[in-house]
């Protein structure tokens, strides 16, 4: 996890986006830890002058308890980013990407897969406020990808708890990027 939660800062960090300032009623200037938000957990740890927190959701196989998908959100303030990886697992088509659906209506779609490690395969992107949106309402959703033998792979997605978490992560991000060192 700490792998994740450093490559998701991470590439909001390496694409440059900065970060602006904004009001907060308890300043933390090194939130760390972790908070459960119904099916979403919200991971605080330092790591290198990146925004440290981000939202994690896991799914787990209900037969062997192995981990089949991770996705995860970090947000930049500076033009409402958000950096989006999904983990899934090895043996999927690169190329078709990876698609996320909310309640059957709402796709964000442009979540590419970067890299193939021992771990699963990265898909990763950047999302605007916008694209984000959708899914402050959906109750439940599903993360889909094209296995290797060609047929479409779907993972269920829960949005129970989606929006707290993401007003909490934000909100620690805005604040740590008004005391950040520079």
Known sequence: MIKTIISVSALIGLLG????SANAEQPMSSPEGT????DWLVSCQQANGVPPCEMIQVAKDTQTNAQIMQM??????????YGIQIVIPLGVKIREGVLV?????????????TRCEMQGCFAEGVLSGESVKPLLDAS????????????PVTVQLSFKGFTEALKVMSERNRIWAQVKPR
Not at 17 to 20: H, N
Not at 35 to 38: A, P, Q
Not at 101 to 113: P, Q
């Open 35 to 38: 908070s459960v938000y119904g």
């Open 17 to 20: 986006l900065a970060t602006s």
């Open 101 to 113: 659906r909310a309640d059957d209506k709402s796709d964000i779609s442009g979540i590419y897969i």
């Open 140 to 151: 439940r959703g599903l993360v889909a990808f094209i296995g290797r033998d060609g047929k």
């Open 72 to 81: 995860s959100l970090a947000y930049s303030s500076k033009d409402e980013l």
